[in-house]
Structures are given as structure tokens and as C-alpha cells.
């Protein structure tokens, strides 16, 4: 399917649906969330990559994993991506940033603001992040 520009940045891709389009949100998609803080107090708006499955994705929920622009201190778990990065233009970041791999997070897909761009090569490396922070082997 393709995928929209608009001045915002890259859209998501779209499905027709018999009630009309809807967006699709995919693995992998880096997107822009209200984010809750841990102890639920206040959210606040940061990007994210979706992480469930395309099966998953079917329904109206999106399993997210947090991404941070605080490079300072990772856990062994946390992803940085730095804009020197190969495949750093395409996420949609603006800078260098932590994908914190052990803060999850199931949604509505209907609560995602926009898609940012995608993780592309760095999903090998957050999928290995998070089953290190999850301690599966």
C-alpha cells in the first residue's frame, strides 16, 4: 500500500473498509502517542514504535514501546538511536534518542496521533532489547 506525505510527515497507510478508510499502524511504524507516566499522574506526548504482530494489528489494539529523546544512562535493554545512524532519517526522530524497551503499553489505535516514520533496522535490536528486559530467552 502506499504511504502518504503530508507537511506533517509520512501518513499511515489506509484500508477501505464498508464503513469507510481507516489507518493502519504496523510493526515497526514509529508514531507519536500521549505516553501515561508510570504512576499514571500525567501523560505526555512522545514517539513510539508499534510492536504486535500484523495479526495482532488487525483488531483495534496496538502493543507500543516507549521511545525517550534522554540518551544519558540506557539499561542494557534500551535501544539509542543516534542520527549518525544509517537508518536513523527514516524513523521521523529529530534527534538522538532511547527506545526504552522495558516500558510497554497496549492501545487503542485510535488514540495515535500520526505515524513518524518506521525503525526498520533497528527492530532486530529492540525485539532482542525487550526480551532482555523481560528475561526471555
Avoid at 484500508?15 to 481507516?22: H, L, N, Y
Wanted: glycine share 10%; with cysteine; aromatic share 8%.
Amino acid at each position: 500500500m502506499n504511504q502518504g506525505l503530508s507537511i506533517f510527515g509520512p501518513t499511515p497507510r489506509r484500508i477501505s473498509t464498508p464503513f469507510g478508510t481507516e489507518s493502519l499502524y504496523e510493526t515497526g511504524d514509529v508514531v507519536l502517542i500521549a505516553w501515561p507516566f508510570t504512576d499514571f499522574s500525567a501523560t505526555k506526548v512522545r514517539p513510539a514504535v508499534v510492536l504486535s504482530s500484523d495479526a495482532f494489528n488487525r483488531g483495534e489494539d496496538r502493543i507500543l514501546v516507549a521511545v525517550s529523546s534522554n540518551v544519558s544512562g540506557p539499561d542494557s535493554w534500551d535501544v539509542v538511536v543516534q542520527p549518525e545512524d544509517s537508518g536513523f532519517s527514516g524513523t521521523g526522530l529529530h534527534r538522538a534518542s532511547t527506545i526504552q524497551c522495558g516500558k510497554l503499553l497496549t492501545v487503542s489505535k485510535n488514540i495515535i496521533k500520526r505515524r513518524l516514520g518506521a525503525a526498520g533496522d533497528y527492530m532486530p535490536h529492540i525485539e532482542s532489547g525487550i526480551k532482555k528486559a523481560l528475561g526471555l530467552k
